[in-house]
């Protein structure tokens, strides 16, 4: 017998995703970040987060761009491990991997290496970034998403914000080697799919 078209709207693995997405949005807290991360990358935002508060002096603004940055990562985790991208979205999920990954091997280099800082590969390079995570979320999140994505790649591609942190006397140095750090570890333990 068959049934009624009554039910054909509904999908449980949507309206679990819906209900994940929404979760979420409202639990952006560092301590519960760090349940959805690895130790490193936990401490990786948490220095990104001294170095936002320190520069801008107002710990509102570094934890509203450090919840922005969070609620991204782990939403686009979750659509990722939901397997809702399609298979030109997982390439250019890919492709954001490697730019990526060459950024933070660029910030290990501007910091190691004295006199190779460029303010304007990285305000491209991070601008690139931005573009491409903007065309990978298009069909999945909504519009606030979007500006959670502009807010923080506005924080973090200001060239003044690039200039105090990477100048060598920069009251952010310690924390820009703890950074470093993190990244070297990071990079060690995490190699880009090949497609």
Partial sequence: MAESGGDAGFNSKNVALRAQKKVLSRMSTRKVA??????????????????????CGNK?????VM???????????????N??????ELRLANDFVRKFR????TVVSFYEVEFTYDKMFLVRTLS??????????QGHLTEKSHGRIDHVFN????GAFLDAVFQRESPHRKQLGLIVK??????DEVEPAQT
């Fill in 34 to 55: 760090k349940s959805f991360m690895d130790d490193t990358t936990a401490d990786l935002m948490d220095n990104l987060y001294r170095i936002a508060r320190n520069h």
């Fill in 60 to 64: 509102r603004e570094a934890e509203k």
């Fill in 67 to 81: 919840k922005d940055a969070v609620k991204i990562v782990v939403k686009i985790g979750i659509l990722f491990r």
């Fill in 83 to 88: 397997e809702q991208f399609s298979a030109d």
């Fill in 102 to 105: 060459s950024l933070a091997m």
């Fill in 128 to 137: 690139e970034c931005r573009e491409m995570l903007h065309r990978l979320i």
């Fill in 155 to 158: 924080f973090f591609g200001d």
């Fill in 182 to 187: 993190n990244l070297h570890t990071l990079m």
